[in-house]
């Protein structure tokens, strides 16, 4: 009903311009006044967001997918218009403990990995003995033979000595200040440098 009363008062409306047209002035008589009512809803039907909505448009959320061609241009630009270069890196550098390569200003991955790995083995060992509560006192881990340090008795009260049943790794020292207890090299091979 309401579109047909919208199409009505639409032709009125061209009609009453172009009697302004004609005239200059639209007669009195044959100006138009129009109310629109708002329909009531029918009693039994609900309120939903569909019938409020209807077709609108929802922004902020894309129509469709970005194809693999747009990805790859925005990601590597055009040869024709603006190339984004794939530049290499100069910034790797080579572990001196293990030859392993890694990214200036970051840890050697596979010296973390080892790292991590003994730590690990260590906490396993801890809550092993220690359990799972809080651990109040100072807790010393000795490797496979090694005694305790030549310490005074005052040193040892109050501490927890959990003992690993394997040799300690040439590359965790006693004392985590000091440097670790692995020899130097006498090899005489060079490294390579600059791999990028």
Known sequence: MIPRV??????????????FQIFGQPPRELALAYVHENPTPAPGKKFSLADLIGDGIL???????RTVEKRMKRKFGHPDYHYKLLLPKTNILVCTDCGHN??????????YNKVEKETKEIQAQI?????????????????????????PKEFWNGKRIIEMKKE???WFSKNLLQKTTQQPSNSTDVKPKDLA
Do not use: W
């Open 6 to 19: 919208n199409i009505l008062f639409n032709i009125l409306r061209n009609i009453e311009r172009s009697v």
């Open 102 to 111: 890694y990214e200036r200003g970051h840890l050697c991955a596979n010296c």
């Open 59 to 65: 922004y902020a959320m894309p129509k469709s997918r």
């Open 168 to 170: 300690r790794p040439k």
């Open 127 to 151: 809550r092993e003995k220690l359990g799972t509560g809080p651990v109040e006192k100072d807790v010393v881990v000795l490797y496979e033979g090694e005694t305790t340090p030549d310490q």
